[in-house]
C-alpha cells in the first residue's frame, strides 16, 4: 500500500489528496498516507449523511471541507430512492424512465443471467409506487470531488476495498490500485485489504477512530467492534436486505435524525416522495416489507 501510494504521489509530483470519510477505514488511510507523505492533503465532503460522531472525527482530520451543491431531500424527490444496493436502483431506475428500452430488457429479461448486472430477480420493483436511483452518491459525494479535482488538478487516494462489494471488486480487478488510464483517475491503495486488516492496523497504532464504533475486542483470535460494524452514509438503504436493523440501531444512537428519515412522506403526482414532515421511509420500507 505505501509503494502504491508513493507511486501515485510521484506520477503527479504531489499534486494529490485524501479524500476522508471519518470513519475507520479513512482513518487507517490518511494516517498511512501521512506517514508516507507528510504534506498530503486530506478532503472531507460533508454530506450531512455521516454519523456525528464519523463527522466530528473528519472535522478534526480535514485540511478542507466541500459541500455537496443539492441536499439528500431535493436528490430522492427528484430522482429517486436508493434501495438495495447501486446495480439494482439503477437498473431498475432505468427501467422505470424507459420500460421498453434496451436496457431495461437487457437487464430484466434473463439475458445476462450470471453477470453482476442481471437483475431478473428484481423486475417485481420496476413497478413501486416510488422511484429507485442511484443518484444521490454521484451527488453528494462524487461531484465534489471531482469539482475539486478539476479545479486544482489534484487526484484522489481513497479508501474502499474490493472486498466491499462486488462493483468494487470487479474494478479493482480491471484497474489494479491505482486508476491512472479511467476518466477519473483515482488511487485505492487499500484494496487488497479486510476489515481484519483495518482493525489490526488500528489496533497496533492505536488510532482514535469515531465513538460509534465501540471498541476493538479481541475473540478467538479475531478482532471485531462492539459498536457499528459499517458507517457509510446513515440515510442509505444499499444493503437493508442483509442489515435489515440498520435503523432500529440509528434510533439509539440519533433518534431525531431516525424520525426524520423514517417520518413523513405523501403522494405526489401518483408517486412517493419525501415532504417537509421527513424522508418518508416507513412507506418504502413496508412496501418492500
Given amino acids: 500500500s505505501t509503494r502504491r501510494i508513493i507511486d501515485w504521489y510521484e506520477y503527479y509530483n504531489g499534486n494529490v489528496y485524501v479524500a476522508i470519510s471519518g470513519g475507520k477505514d479513512s482513518k487507517v488511510l490518511a494516517h498511512l498516507c501521512r506517514k508516507t507523505c507528510p504534506d498530503i492533503e486530506l478532503v472531507y ?26 441536499t439528500f431531500y431535493e436528490i430522492i424527490k427528484e430522482k429517486g430512492y436508493p434501495i438495495i444496493s447501486k446495480t439494482v436502483s439503477h437498473n431498475v431506475g432505468i427501467a422505470q424512465n424507459k420500460p421498453d428500452g434496451k436496457l431495461a430488457k437487457r437487464y430484466f429479461s434473463g439475458v445476462m443471467t450470471g453477470s453482476m448486472f442481471d437483475c431478473t430477480r428484481y423486475k417485481w420493483l420496476i413497478d413501486a409506487p416510488f422511484k429507485f436511483s442511484d443518484s444521490c452518491c454521484t451527488y453528494m459525494k462524487k461531484q465534489p470531488s471531482h469539482n475539486y479535482s478539476k479545479i486544482t488538478g489534484k487526484n484522489a487516494i481513497v479508501g474502499t476495498m474490493a472486498d466491499e462489494s462486488m462493483l468494487r471488486y470487479k474494478n479493482w480487478l480491471q484497474n489494479g490500485c491505482n486508476a491512472y488510464n479511467i476518466e477519473n483517475p483515482v488511487s485505492a491503495p487499500l484494496s487488497f485489504w479486510t476489515q481484519q ?35 457509510g452514509c446513515v440515510f442509505c438503504m444499499f444493503g437493508i436486505l442483509k442489515d435489515s436493523e440498520r435503523f432500529i440501531r440509528l434510533k439509539k444512537i440519533e433518534e431525531k435524525r431516525y424520525n426524520y428519515i423514517i417520518e413523513g412522506g405523501e403522494f405526489e403526482n401518483g408517486l412517493w416522495v419525501p415532504n417537509k414532515n421527513g424522508l418518508g421511509y416507513w412507506f418504502v420500507i413496508d412496501w418492500l416489507n
Fill in 45 to 70: 465532503v460533508d454530506t450531512g449523511l455521516d454519523f456525528i460522531s464519523v463527522k466530528n472525527e473528519a472535522y478534526n482530520m480535514a485540511n478542507l471541507v466541500l459541500r455537496p451543491k443539492k
Fill in 197 to 231: 486488516d483495518i482493525l489490526e492496523y488500528i489496533k497496533i497504532h492505536n488510532l482514535h477512530i469515531a465513538d460509534v464504533y465501540g471498541e476493538i475486542i479481541e475473540k478467538e483470535n479475531k478482532l471485531f467492534l462492539s459498536g457499528e460494524q459499517r458507517t
